[in-house]
């Protein structure tokens, strides 16, 4: 039975492994918040049902749902992805879920982070955020897995990617910011890190690309392909928003060791060519305390917010001109990998992408 | 994936085990209701967790709650007894759950009755009960097991016991009341308890002992001990509320043939002396629809409406003169199980006892 353990995954033997190790599970929450997504969540809940069965060929998929929407998620998606009731405030398990950990013996645990909406009072995106909190521990107990808890110490699982061999790559524009732990200094947060992940090196970039919204999540910015190498988005376009974040971190990237003291080969990625903006904000609620979206406000969109799974990538599309040069860039890097392409503008739409909406569970 | 399977148990070779066959999980809601439960249900829950922590003992536990409940009920129970989100209307998981059904291959099904909260729009006891109808179909997603839907067809747990090997004892006051099938004949009824639990033998008793609440579940009055061997409430004192109903049943079943031919063996088992009265009746909220519980009202309390389990039974009290000798009746019919008594009547009040709100699923 699934139970809370007091010490850390580096004193008890785990570690987090890299998304392209095997994995067990994938973990999805579905879109309904009619504050944050527009037309009452339908666009994006059919983008979460091709994502969902984009995953479904290379892993099992389970969808957790607000109760008010079972029925409806059931009956929309297909068989082969379980649906279970996991009440949260949005959808976006990956920074609300659990990261999982593992030992040499292939037991699996959660790390529970605290959790406040990417900034709490100080500039999170809504109010409240409780059952997003709940989020991580009731994936673990369905799983019967056992978890630490990770009390006064604000994370979220697309701040951070790990190579799976002690190195995790972050930003400081959202590690350092006001609303996470402002309390702690850059070492102290390093060294939860590297008690919680099991990790000796933490390579930091400048920033991410939406200041706005998860303050620069890493996700959107860099990741590993494998142990020894990382993927940078890129762009020499220098009137293109993302520029000076993409070409900060290329640079770091490029001159960065990691743990086990390997300097990295960083491969670049395209960014969109034009922003991809929103349409039909007039179908988003207003609500006090919720981040507003405005009509023809750029969305985030990075091809790099991707998700990587048992030998396939999901890889988020916009209809844009750089869609098929991307594409054509993450099938190099993975030339044994099944690409999968999902148009995905109404996950952008709400603040995300493929990976800031799955959460993987490593194969045990 | 769970999926949903359009034939019958019969038809796909599964069939119904009896309760004493080696169980895998133990399934219960947990109780919160405040126009059903007194005092917003706290007594209650205290009881429900010492009969979750008494299965605990025996098979692993896993309580369904309502969101708003999740984070009280996991820390009032113990880290053993596995907690989920599972929406309910009352925690009545015996009639709502789902039935399983087991093949020669050890594969599991459930079985997904109507559910009407007891009588519907005729007599049902709250209105409405559209998240217990949800309930068979979750567990049965949860644990990946697929499932047969039974549309058009109203039953409950609590109405029936079968001994595994083709034989089903139920009740007329129930199965064939105004508020369940009234579309159905005697012969169509069985025919669907045939189909879906895989049987060739129903015996009918007349009647249960509590006709205003479940229409007379025979799970108050008769059950299978073993193959061959059934155990029914025995009074002779002419002025207690169950005489009738316990003296036809045990007329019916002491005259009775199994399906395979067996004459059965009936043990008698106690009814409380005096009857269990519900107080504190003022701390239960009035809603209309939902059937009102009065200060001093009698309280269906029955022996029979015990647990068993993988070797173990979890066995009603109700601090009243018989429940001793209730206990030696059990174990002498049970010489090889370890009993367990529990005080429950705080679930009888709630109108039902520790069978009502627990469900097993049989090991695969």
């Known amino acids: 039975m699934a139970k809370r353990i007091d010490s850390t995954p580096k004193a008890d033997g785990y570690r987090m492994p890299g998304e392209y190790e095997p994995q067990e599970k994938m973990w999805m929450l579905w879109p309904e918040r009619p504050d944050n997504w527009r037309n009452g969540g339908k666009p994006a809940q059919k983008a979460f049902i091709k994502i969902a069965e984009a995953y479904s060929r290379f892993v099992p998929v389970t969808m957790g749902v607000n109760s008010g929407q079972y029925a409806n998620a059931r009956n929309m998606l297909p068989p082969e992805v379980r649906v279970v009731e996991i009440s949260n405030d949005d959808s976006w398990i990956r920074d609300c879920g659990p990261s999982f950990v593992i030992n040499d013996k292939g037991d699996v645990r959660g790390v529970d982070w605290d959790f406040n909406a990417w900034g709490g009072l100080v500039d999170g995106l809504y109010f409240p955020w409780d059952q997003d909190e709940l989020v991580a521990r009731k994936v673990c107990e369905i799983e019967n897995i056992d978890s630490y808890k990770v009390a006064g110490f604000v994370m979220e699982g697309g701040s951070f990617h790990v190579d799976g061999e002690g190195t995790l790559i972050t930003t400081e524009m959202c590690l350092l910011s006001e609303g996470r732990n402002p309390h702690l200094s ?93 349409t039909g ?40 001109e750089h869609d098929e040069l991307a594409m054509e860039q993450i099938k190099a890097i993975f030339p044994d990998y099944e690409v999968v392409g999902v148009r995905s503008e109404e996950v952008a739409y709400g603040g995300g992408n493929i990976h800031c909406i799955s959460q993987q569970q490593p194969k045990g």
């Open 281 to 320: 904000a007039d179908g988003i609620d207003y609500v006090e305390g919720t981040m507003p979206r405005e009509e023809g406000e750029m969305a985030i969109a990075s091809y790099l917010n991707f998700g990587l799974v048992n030998g396939g990538i999901i890889f988020p599309q916009f209809g844009d």
């Open 186 to 278: 850059k070492e102290e947060i390093e060294q939860y890190l590297k008690d919680y992940l099991n990790l000796e090196k933490i390579i930091w970039l400048p920033d991410g690309i939406d200041p706005e919204e998860t303050n620069g999540h890493v996700d959107d910015v860099a990741c590993f392909a494998r142990p020894g190498e990382v993927i940078c988005i890129y762009t020499e376009d220098e009137d293109h928003p993302y520029y000076d974040a993409a070409q900060k971190a290329y640079k770091v990237l490029s001159e960065a060791t990691d743990a086990k003291g390997r300097k990295l080969k960083v491969h670049k990625l395209a960014v969109p060519k034009e922003m991809v903006r929103i």
